[in-house]
């Protein structure tokens, strides 16, 4: 009966101060930081939820300072020339192809932590499997070799170390320099639906500011949020009595991603805009582009598989995000 007793105070002790301390997380080796920063950094990304509150809200001009929007794709590539871990990485800023920025990313391990690599392609257009969206050629990318690229100097790449919850890294020296007598700072975070960055200058003779990638920030990241695939569908109503046409299938993204519709032959189109909102509610909405205003919008939760727009009896659209 003691034993019993005595095994039932240190179960009630037990229950009190509760459980002890979780054991510490042994560290992750070199080459599993490399396949975990892979896996995360791969994906769509896009910034449209921190130009949406610099401009002041939904259905407004945009404003593009002091962070520009920027669409980004990051995709695992094979290129066996440049190692086993490559990143293909492509941005387009403001909607501009002009600017579009397409390079290679190589990862390995070095210093306890993840160095990223730099490699600008030399003709960027045999990469692209579709200019528009940026998707790569990833059957050309395999047959890149050493000759079709350049590498950034050794002094402007970065290691990024996993803390647990992120891959964080910080230029390390004044060595990234430029010809006008200065050297690039630079911050990368990335987690599984957040890559931040933030970028500026300094001059070399005093530390002082010379450049910064959005002036007026704060040095404060350009926050691009991990974008969802949607696949929508316009359901059309029949017009004068005849039949109906055939349902429109459009392909959108959930971070301010967009795609015209003509409601019917003849009519100027409209755009079908998917965004998310502020506190994570996803927002559809069909715009008049001769207005710029919404005929119609809706919104979802975040965790919703479906938004839809039911315009009866003329027009029913659903996206479905992935």
């Known amino acids: 009966m003691a034993h019993t007793w005595r095994a039932l105070a240190v179960a009630v002790l037990a229950a009190a101060v509760g459980p002890g301390p ?10 599993r930081q490399v396949e975990l920063l892979s896996a995360w950094w791969t994906g769509d990304w896009d910034n449209f939820r921190q130009v949406l509150r610099q401009s002041g809200g939904s259905f407004v001009e945009p404003v593009y300072a002091p962070h520009p929007h920027v669409h ?8 066996p020339a440049l190692g086993p871990h490559v990143l293909y990485a492509a941005e387009r800023v403001n909607d501009d192809p002009a600017k579009d920025a397409v390079r290679l990313y190589v990862l390995s391990p070095d210093d306890g932590g993840v160095r990223v690599s730099y490699y600008t392609l030399n003709d960027a257009s045999k990469a ?51 010809r006008d007598g200065g050297y690039y700072v630079y911050e990368i975070t990335v987690r599984p639906d957040y890559y931040g960055l933030r ?12 450049w910064e990638a959005a002036p007026g920030a704060g040095f404060g990241d350009r926050e691009m949020l991990k974008a969802r695939p949607a696949a929508c569908t316009a359901a059309l109503g029949a017009r004068g009595g005849g039949a109906a046409p055939p349902p429109v299938s459009l392909t959108l993204h959930s971070e301010g991603g967009t795609a015209p519709l003509a409601l ?3 009519a100027p189109p409209f755009l079908v805009m998917l965004h998310g909102a502020p506190n994570g509610d996803h927002v559809l909405s069909l715009i008049d582009t001769t207005t710029g205003l919404p005929m119609a919008a809706n919104t979802a939760p975040a965790d919703a598989g ?3 727009i039911g315009f009866a009896p003329f ?6 995000l992935g």
């Open 22 to 31: 979780a054991p510490a997380q042994a560290p992750l080796t070199a080459e």
């Open 72 to 79: 980004g794709v990051y995709r695992a590539a094979d290129v």
């Open 128 to 178: 692209l499997a579709d200019a528009e969206t940026l998707a790569p050629d990833l059957a050309a990318l395999k047959s890149v070799t050493a000759s079709d690229v350049t590498p950034f100097r050794a002094a402007c790449n970065i290691v990024l170390r996993h803390d647990g919850e992120r891959f964080f890294g910080r230029s390390a020296s004044r060595d990234c320099t430029f």
């Open 199 to 210: 970028e500026h200058a300094r001059s070399l003779a005093d530390d002082a500011v010379v």
């Open 264 to 266: 019917f032959p003849g």
């Open 306 to 308: 479906t938004v839809a």
């Open 315 to 320: 027009l029913d659209l659903t996206c479905r």
